[in-house]
């Protein structure tokens, strides 16, 4: 349930067309067509439901990070679900601002760390994974360095903005494809 089909002999499909414009069904009816190679997936998320997901996670992480016994807690690192896990990293960098509630959309809002001043933490990382693939803690900050890299240090870039670097793409895009060849079945798995 919730699997589609994502390509026909290498070529994307989306919907009931192929990248080329060619009908799924009649392609699939015409025995000439054969042997085919089908590849079957879930769909990529649109950007409504990626901001969605982040959304509702923002909220449990400072639901979960309000209800922790533990001081100073960080909030949720990982969701487990039977289909995937979701794996966080949050930046220690902050703001201190006297008396100031400080709401970021990619930080988790402030809460009270005395009764003068508030402090909200860094940036949230978020990978959703396998839930067998292994070395996501080690993804999560080699991601961070290539932000803190390609992204903070460019005068050009400001933090409530997408990030527009070619640099960052080329080793965000390298760092995801060494992580996707070491395999989800690691050490200990």
């Known amino acids: 349930v919730g699997h589609a089909v994502l390509a026909i002999n290498g070529t994307e499909v989306n919907g009931r ?6 009908d799924v069904l009649e392609f699939l009816g015409n025995p000439a067509n054969y ?3 089908i590849r ?5 998320l649109s950007s409504n439901e990626k901001l969605m ?17 533990e001081v100073g807690s960080s909030g949720i690192e990982m969701l487990e679900t039977d289909t995937f896990k979701l794996h966080c990293f949050q930046t220690l960098t902050g703001t201190v601002r006297p008396r100031a509630l400080l709401c970021f959309a990619r930080a988790v809002c402030a809460r009270p760390s005395s009764r003068s001043c508030i402090v909200a933490p860094g940036i949230k990382f ?4 396998d839930p067998r693939q292994t070395g996501i803690d080690a993804l999560l900050r080699k991601i961070y360095e290539i932000y803190s890299d ?16 070619e640099l960052f793409d080329q080793n965000l ?4 494809e060494v992580a ?3 395999g989800p079945f690691g050490p200990g798995s």
């Open 17 to 22: 067309f192929t990248a080329d414009g060619k």
């Open 35 to 37: 042997p085919v190679s």
């Open 40 to 44: 079957f997936g879930r769909h990529r």
């Open 53 to 69: 997901l982040a959304s509702m996670f923002h909220s449990l992480f400072a639901i979960g990070s309000q209800l922790s016994p």
């Open 126 to 129: 978020m990978v959703l994974a």
């Open 150 to 165: 390609y992204a903070l240090k460019n005068p050009f870039y400001s933090l409530e903005m997408p990030i527009r670097c």
């Open 173 to 176: 895009k390298l760092a995801l």
């Open 180 to 182: 996707e060849k070491a």
